[in-house]
């Protein structure tokens, strides 16, 4: 069983916490990570470039000049493609690239993210983020002395911490995540994990995985 040991915003160690095999020592799948952020990614994606088509774009439609006898390749409108600003053929147009995986997959490359992390001693578990204030200033120093200072590190913590909030939202290597919506992605591009005692214990109960019922 993975144990962490439990440090409190001073940077001193207060104890240790035990986590589930399953969760934070299972073998990392890089075709499972790779198929969940591929899916975050194309999920995330605007979808709204446009190009205008021949009907869209600014000219007349009047035919340019007669079918025969000119000795001139036949032409009905300004706005074809083969004329200068004239539509886009075959452009992009608005779309949702958003597609759905199972959710199996999901919760396996949860997993593997979480793993590897671990792995590499980028996760760290802070006893809790009890704030005496919402000073930007003070918290920088707090995490100084975890030694996460100037990082890009993900807080995996619920809302409704205000001072927390108000005290890391300045930071530019600091990004705030509810651990309902924590996605491999999120993990990975992070280079160090911070989360509290409760919220590690509730993601270790959360996706351990569950036994298959077995048949009558």
């Not at 144990?3 to 986590?19: D, S």
């Not at 589930?20 to 990570?33: I, K, M, Q, R």
């Not at 036949?74 to 600003?85: A, D, E, F, K, T």
């Not at 997993?111 to 003070?138: I, P």
């Amino acid at each position: 069983m993975p144990v962490v040991e439990v440090i409190n915003l001073e940077g001193k160690a207060v104890g240790q916490v035990t986590l589930s095999d399953a969760v934070f020592a299972a073998e990392v799948n890089p075709h499972t990570l790779h198929e969940a952020v591929r899916w975050q990614l194309a999920s995330e994606r605007a979808g709204t470039h446009k190009v205008k088509v021949r009907s869209e774009v600014r000219g007349s439609g009047k035919k340019l000049w007669r079918q025969k006898g000119t000795g001139r390749a036949r032409m009905g409108s300004i706005r074809s493609p083969l004329w200068r600003h004239g539509g886009t053929v075959h452009g992009p147009s608005p779309r949702d690239y958003s597609y759905r995986i199972p959710r199996k997959v999901l919760l396996g490359a949860l997993r593997s993210a979480l793993s590897a992390k671990f792995a590499a001693n980028q996760l760290t578990v802070v006893e809790g983020w009890t704030l005496e204030s919402n000073k930007t200033k003070a918290f920088r120093q707090s995490l100084g002395k975890i030694d996460q200072g100037g990082k890009k590190c993900l807080v995996v913590e619920p809302k409704g911490n205000r001072n927390l909030e108000l005290a890391g939202r300045n930071l530019a290597t600091l990004s705030f995540i509810e651990p309902q919506a924590l996605r491999p992605y999120d993990v990975l591009n992070s280079d160090r994990v911070l989360v509290s005692r409760d919220v590690v214990l509730r993601l270790s109960a959360a996706l351990e995985p569950k036994p298959r019922a077995g048949k009558d």
